[in-house]
C-alpha cells in the first residue's frame, strides 16, 4: 500500500536537501578550479595579487567544503530512509559510481589539506600548483560520478528483470548510460560557471563598497573571463541536451516546451500563460524548437498527445527551463560586455550600476542551477527509474517521515547561517590590505 503522506513529506524533503546541496555542491566543483587558475595566472605573470587571490579563495572553500559534506551525508541516508525500494534495486545495479564518488572526494580531501598546510613551503610555486591538479580533479569527479547516478534514474540499462528477479547485472553498461554524457558535461560546465559568477559578485561588491584595491579589480576580471567562457560552454552542452531529450525523453522535452501536437517546423515558446490548455502571452520562435531538438527547421518533433496521461510530467516545468535558459542567456551577455568593454576602455563598466548587476549575477546564477535542477527531477516524473518504477512504488511508507522534514530543515537553516557568518566574519577579520601588508613583510619586498 502507498502511504499519499510518507510520499509527500518524501518528495519534499528530498527535494529540500538537494535544493540545500547544490549550492554548496557547485561551489565544491567549480572554486577548485577557479583556484588552480588563479595561482597558475599568479605563478605565470609573478603578480602576488593571483596567489593571495588562490589562497584567500581556499580559505572559503573549506567552509562550503564542510558543509557540502554534512548535506551529502544527509542525502545518503535520506536515499535509504526514504526511497528502500528504489534502493533495493538501483543499489545492485549503480552503487559503483556511488563508492566512486566517495573515492573522488577523498582523493580531493587529502591534497585540499595538503595544499593548505604547505604555503610557502615550496622555494618553487609551482610545485605548490601541483597539489591542486588533484584536488580540482577529485572535485570535478565528485559530480561525475554522483550524475552519472542521476542519469541512470533517467536511463536505465545495464540489468534484466526476470520474474521480479535482476539479473545480467552490468555497473559499467548501467553508468555509461545514453544520459550521462550530456548530463556530466552539463553538470559540470554550469558549475565552473556558477562558481566564476559568484567569485565575481564577491568581488564586484567590494569594489561597490569602497575598496578600490587592485586585487578586487583582477579579480573581477579574471572570474567574468572565466563566466563567459563556461556560459558560452554551458549553452552549447544545453543545446546537445535538448537533443538527447528529442530522442530518449521526448515527453520532458514536450512538456518542458509546451509543444502539445507532433508537428514539423516547431516553434520555441517562452513564457506565457496555460488557459484551459491554450497557450497565451508566450513568445514564439519559429522553427527554433525544430533546430533544438533535431538541428533542422523543419523536423517533425512529437507532441505530449502521444504519451498516456499519467506518464506527462508537470507542465510548469516550462517555467523553470525559460527561467533557467533566462539567467544563462543574461549572464553570457553580461559578462561578454563587461569582457568587450574592458579590452575597449568603456567607462560604464566600472560604473557602481554596472557592478550591481554583476553582485545580482551571483545569486541568479545559483538560481539557475536550482531551476536546471528541479527542470530534471521533476520533468522525469512520475518515474524514478524511468519505464521502471514510479516515484509512489519507490516510497518509504512510514509515518515518521513529516519529523523528518521538521529536524532536517532545522539543521539547513543551522549550516546556513553558521557558513555565511563564519565566512562574513573570516574575511571582515582579515581584510586583503592587511594581508598584503603581511605578506610584503614576510617577502621584504613591496606589493601594491
Known amino acids: 500500500m502507498i502511504n499519499e503522506d510518507a510520499l509527500f513529506y ?26 588552480m587558475i588563479a595561482q597558475w595566472v599568479g605563478i605565470k605573470k609573478n603578480d602576488e595579487h593571483y596567489i593571495l587571490l588562490a589562497r584567500r579563495w581556499t580559505r572559503g572553500f573549506v567552509i562550503t567544503v564542510a558543509v557540502g559534506v554534512v548535506t ?7 536515499l535509504s530512509l526514504l526511497w528502500p525500494n528504489f534502493m533495493e534495486l538501483a543499489g545492485n545495479v549503480i552503487a559503483l559510481p556511488l563508492f566512486m564518488e566517495t573515492f573522488a572526494f ?20 609551482r610545485k605548490h600548483l601541483l597539489l591542486l591538479i588533484p584536488v580540482a580533479i577529485g572535485a570535478s569527479f565528485s559530480a561525475v560520478f554522483i550524475t ?22 552490468n555497473p559499467i553498461l548501467a553508468m555509461f548510460n545514453p544520459a550521462m554524457p550530456t548530463k556530466v558535461a552539463h553538470v559540470v560546465a554550469s558549475a565552473y560557471m556558477t562558481s566564476a559568477f559568484v567569485l565575481a559578485a564577491i568581488a564586484a561588491f567590494r569594489l561597490i563598497k569602497g575598496s578600490d584595491h587592485i586585487y578586487h579589480k583582477k579579480a573581477l576580471y579574471l572570474t567574468m573571463k572565466l563566466g563567459l567562457i563556461f556560459s558560452i560552454a554551458t549553452a552549447v552542452i ?54 533544438l531538438a533535431h538541428g533542422i527547421p523543419s523536423a517533425e518533433v512529437i507532441g505530449l498527445e502521444e504519451f498516456p496521461e499519467d506518464e506527462i510530467p508537470p507542465l510548469y516545468i516550462h517555467y523553470l527551463f525559460d527561467i533557467m535558459v533566462t539567467i544563462g542567456v543574461w ?5 561578454f560586455l563587461y569582457w568587450l568593454g574592458t579590452k575597449r576602455s568603456w567607462a560604464f563598466i566600472h560604473t557602481k550600476w554596472f557592478r550591481w548587476l554583476i553582485v545580482l549575477g551571483g545569486p541568479l546564477s545559483i538560481i539557475a542551477i536550482e531551476m536546471g535542477w528541479w527542470l530534471a527531477e521533476v520533468g522525469r516524473q512520475p518515474w524514478v527509474l524511468r ?42 577579520r582579515n581584510p586583503v590590505e592587511r594581508e598584503l601588508e603581511d605578506r610584503e613583510a614576510e617577502k621584504g619586498g613591496v606589493i601594491q
Open 331 to 335: 549572464m553570457m551577455f553580461l559578462s
Open 238 to 291: 544545453g543545446d546537445f541536451s535538448g537533443k538527447y531529450l528529442a530522442e530518449y525523453q521526448p515527453e520532458k522535452l514536450a512538456a518542458a516546451e509546451w509543444h502539445f501536437e507532433t508537428e514539423a517546423d516547431a516553434p520555441l515558446i517562452l513564457y506565457g500563460t496555460l488557459e484551459n490548455g491554450e497557450v497565451k502571452y508566450a513568445i514564439e520562435i519559429p522553427k527554433a524548437l525544430s533546430i
Open 72 to 78: 551529502g551525508t544527509a542525502i545518503g541516508l535520506q
Open 387 to 428: 519505464g521502471i518504477m514510479r516515484t509512489a512504488e519507490a516510497a518509504t511508507s512510514s509515518d515518521q517521515v513529516d519529523l523528518m522534514l521538521i529536524l532536517f530543515a532545522g539543521l539547513y537553516v543551522i549550516l546556513a547561517i553558521g557558513s555565511v557568518v563564519i565566512l562574513s566574519r573570516m574575511f571582515r
Open 10 to 35: 518524501s518528495r519534499v524533503l528530498t527535494e529540500l536537501t538537494l535544493s540545500f546541496h547544490i549550492i554548496y555542491a557547485t561551489i565544491g566543483v567549480g572554486v577548485p578550479l577557479m583556484i
Open 106 to 125: 577523498f582523493f580531493e580531501a587529502i591534497f585540499l589539506g595538503i595544499y593548505l598546510y604547505t604555503w610557502d613551503r615550496f622555494e618553487n610555486q
Open 148 to 169: 552519472m547516478v542521476n542519469s541512470f534514474m533517467n536511463a536505465p540499462q545495464g540489468f534484466d528483470i526476470v520474474n521480479g528477479e535482476l539479473v545480467n547485472i
